[in-house]
């Protein structure tokens, strides 16, 4: 039982389904963003953080679900 709960995290979370919209704009700002995925060491995890904490707030712009904490 506590396999399940570290495997998969938390019973109320539920993964993300990407829209073809949402996709689009995810591949868009890849291409536009190339200069932060140079192949060096680390630069794909340090792009992706940009991403993470810039680009996905506004991309995953969705109402919260109801019912979740």
């Given amino acids: ?3 399940a709960a570290t495997a ?5 979370e539920q993964p993300h389904n990407w829209t073809n919209e949402e996709t689009r704009a995810l591949i ?9 995925f140079t ?7 340090n ?3 940009v991403f ?8 995953l712009n ?4 109801s019912g979740t904490i």
Avoid: I
């Avoid at 998969?8 to 109320?12: A, I, K, N, V």
């Avoid at 868009?28 to 932060?36: V, Y």
């Avoid at 993470?52 to 707030?57: E, G, L, N, P, R």
């Fill in 8 to 12: 998969g995290g938390s019973p109320e």
């Fill in 62 to 65: 969705r109402p919260e679900r």
């Fill in 47 to 49: 792009g992706w953080e």
């Fill in 39 to 45: 192949g060096r060491r680390n630069s794909s995890k």
């Fill in 28 to 36: 868009q700002w890849r291409a536009d963003n190339e200069k932060l």
């Fill in 1 to 3: 039982m506590a396999a």
């Fill in 52 to 59: 993470v904490s810039t680009a996905s707030k506004s991309l």
